[in-house]
T-cell receptor, first 113, second 115 residues
């Protein structure tokens, strides 16, 4: 069965540190890739997405992600995190444009001021 | 626009009771879906709908029913609540120009505890 793996369930960083959250999926066909974020007390919201074209996509708040097809990966990065980036981050994959999203388990990111 | 709204925010049920979780959106989105979120498991799709009168099962449909009589509303019914249905439930909507491959807009969630 198709699956999405997020490597770290909890990440703790200090402000200004660089961030990379891993996401891998198991599917060899066409994919649409998403990162969603849930800030404390807020709705899940889209951070960024990849459908086609440039594999390096930029999202809100300085986040970016790189799609590496050969590695089945879509890792999220930010060069310098802020305390306000404390949130839970979810990777999600839509496979062959069907009607379902497969979600990773999420990574809880805590930024120490 | 209110976006996606869900009621109630919290609910406690006894085993065997039934209830309906409400979801509404005012963005004229055709695609709506219900997820449950459990610790360490991410979101799992329960049911989805691609338009009024059309629903289908997701990954974990057992114990839940849905209907879609209007574009705006997509209620989720628990027929006979079980402790295993204790979870946080999210409703989401989007334009289905490419299946579920569009940006989804989420409601605030309903926390359900089944005793």
């Amino acid at each position: 069965a198709q699956s999405v793996s997020q490597h770290n369930h909890h990440v703790i960083l200090s402000e200004a540190a660089s961030l990379e959250l891993g996401c891998n999926y198991s599917y060899g066909g066409t994919v649409n890739l998403f990162w969603y974020v849930q800030y404390p007390g807020q709705h899940l919201q889209l951070l960024l997405k990849y459908f086609s074209g440039d594999p390096l996509v930029k999202g809100i708040k300085g986040f970016e992600a790189e799609f590496i097809k050969s590695k089945f990966s879509f890792n999220l990065r930010k060069p310098s995190v802020q305390w306000s980036d404390t949130a839970e981050y979810f990777c999600a994959v839509n496979m062959d444009s069907n009607y379902q999203l497969i979600w990773g388990a999420g990574t809880k990111l805590i930024i120490k001021p | 626009n209110a976006g996606v709204t869900q009621t109630p925010k919290f609910q406690v049920l006894k085993t065997g009771q039934s209830m309906t979780l409400q979801c509404a959106q005012d963005m004229n989105h055709e695609y709506m879906s219900w997820y449950r979120q459990d610790p360490g498991m991410g979101l799992r799709l329960i049911h989805y709908s691609v338009g009024a009168g059309i629903t289908d099962q997701g990954e974990v449909p057992n114990g839940y029913n849905v209907s879609r009589s209007t574009t705006e509303d997509f209620p989720l019914r628990l027929l006979s609540a079980a402790p295993s249905q204790t979870s946080v439930y999210f409703c989401a909507s989007s334009h289905p120009t490419s299946g579920a491959g569009e940006t989804q807009y989420f409601g605030p969630g309903t926390r359900l505890l089944v005793l």
